[in-house]
């Protein structure tokens, strides 16, 4: 396979049969012009008014994309939550300033953001997100995160090939991932590719917080990924639906292009969380799904 399964967004936002046997099939759906080009230039003004509020202080918090998780940085565990930004691993130089505008210098902000912030919320919760979920299957959609994946110019970190069920883990599994593109997406500025299929031979790898308190990666299944990556490019406001257990990955972005995206995780409500999952929220922040 060379292409992903590739549909323009149907006028009426239900997915046909045809989609959903794709999705199915191949555990990611590619739908272009999902969102107007200029929600998403909303969004990124947003997030451009939150990254120039943020007061990194003295120690930037800097995010192992290859990793997918900051283990043992209570600023990274602690932020299920909350609204908080994290760096790319190349954003300081060797005096501990910042290379480059700070907007260019920051790996991700999560992981909250579409339940403390109405901009977020607004983008976050639509009846035709609502309507894609509920086409998918997602009974009981509840939003568990969200993402803005910045990707920046010339210093974007590569993110290895890993599933978000790895991360995102309930019992049975359920996690759905929604990816848009705010920007245009290449392989030149590093987009999103996928092991069509590879979902159907479950899940390899699990992170949980162990009886010490420090989240590990437990090994399920040590086989290689079937199959070979296949990039999905993407103009501005398509979006992206694969399953907890699709892996992807996504080259480094060495261009001149940022390749930001925005990428919300849900889960089905009716599914066991567990406790030693890394990503926990507080009491007052319930679990919400795709209607506002
Ligand atoms: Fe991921």
Redesign the pocket.
């Given at each position: 396979m060379d292409r992903l399964p590739t549909y323009q967004t149907p006028s009426d936002g239900r997915l046909s049969a045809e989609m959903l046997a794709d999705y199915d099939e191949h555990g990611v759906l590619v739908l272009e012009g999902f969102v107007d080009p200029r929600e998403c230039t909303r969004l990124k003004e947003r997030v451009a008014e939150l990254v120039e509020a943020f007061d990194p202080g003295e120690v930037g918090h800097i995010f192992s994309a290859t990793e997918?998780t900051q283990l043992g940085d209570a600023y990274f565990e602690e932020s299920g939550d909350k609204v908080r930004f994290f760096f790319e691993h190349d954003a300081f130089d060797d005096r501990g300033r910042l290379r480059q505008p700070k907007l260019d210098s920051l790996n991700k902000m999560g992981h909250a953001m579409h339940d403390l912030d109405s901009v977020f919320d607004s983008f976050s919760r639509t009846p035709a997100l609502a309507q894609v979920a509920a086409d998918i299957g997602i009974a009981e959609p509840g939003i568990i995160q969200s993402m803005v994946i910045f990707k920046p110019p010339r210093i974007g970190g590569e993110?290895q090939c890993?599933?978000?069920s790895t991360?995102i883990f309930t019992e049975p599994l359920s996690c759905i991932?929604f990816w848009f593109a705010l920007e245009d997406a290449s392989l030149e500025n590093g987009c999103m590719q996928f092991i069509p299929g590879a979902h159907k031979f479950g899940l390899k790898k699990r992170q949980r917080r162990g009886e010490d308190d420090k989240l590990r990666l437990e090994t399920i299944d040590s086989t290689p990924w079937p199959g070979t990556p296949v990039p999905a490019e993407a103009k501005i406001g398509t979006l992206v639906i694969f399953d907890g257990c699709t892996p992807?990955l996504s080259g480094p972005n060495f261009s001149s292009r940022s390749r930001c995206a925005y990428?919300l995780h849900a889960i089905d409500r009716r599914c066991q969380y567990p406790a030693d999952n890394w990503l926990q929220r507080s009491a007052e922040l319930p679990l919400r799904g795709f209607t506002s």
């Amino acid at each position: 396979m060379d292409r992903l399964p590739t549909y323009q967004t149907p006028s009426d936002g239900r997915l046909s049969a045809e989609m959903l046997a794709d999705y199915d099939e191949h555990g990611v759906l590619v739908l272009e012009g999902f969102v107007d080009p200029r929600e998403c230039t909303r969004l990124k003004e947003r997030v451009a008014e939150l990254v120039e509020a943020f007061d990194p202080g003295e120690v930037g918090h800097i995010f192992s994309a290859t990793e997918q998780t900051q283990l043992g940085d209570a600023y990274f565990e602690e932020s299920g939550d909350k609204v908080r930004f994290f760096f790319e691993h190349d954003a300081f130089d060797d005096r501990g300033r910042l290379r480059q505008p700070k907007l260019d210098s920051l790996n991700k902000m999560g992981h909250a953001m579409h339940d403390l912030d109405s901009v977020f919320d607004s983008f976050s919760r639509t009846p035709a997100l609502a309507q894609v979920a509920a086409d998918i299957g997602i009974a009981e959609p509840g939003i568990i995160q969200s993402m803005v994946i910045f990707k920046p110019p010339r210093i974007g970190g590569e993110v290895q090939c890993h599933q978000d069920s790895t991360y995102i883990f309930t019992e049975p599994l359920s996690c759905i991932g929604f990816w848009f593109a705010l920007e245009d997406a290449s392989l030149e500025n590093g987009c999103m590719q996928f092991i069509p299929g590879a979902h159907k031979f479950g899940l390899k790898k699990r992170q949980r917080r162990g009886e010490d308190d420090k989240l590990r990666l437990e090994t399920i299944d040590s086989t290689p990924w079937p199959g070979t990556p296949v990039p999905a490019e993407a103009k501005i406001g398509t979006l992206v639906i694969f399953d907890g257990c699709t892996p992807h990955l996504s080259g480094p972005n060495f261009s001149s292009r940022s390749r930001c995206a925005y990428t919300l995780h849900a889960i089905d409500r009716r599914c066991q969380y567990p406790a030693d999952n890394w990503l926990q929220r507080s009491a007052e922040l319930p679990l919400r799904g795709f209607t506002s």
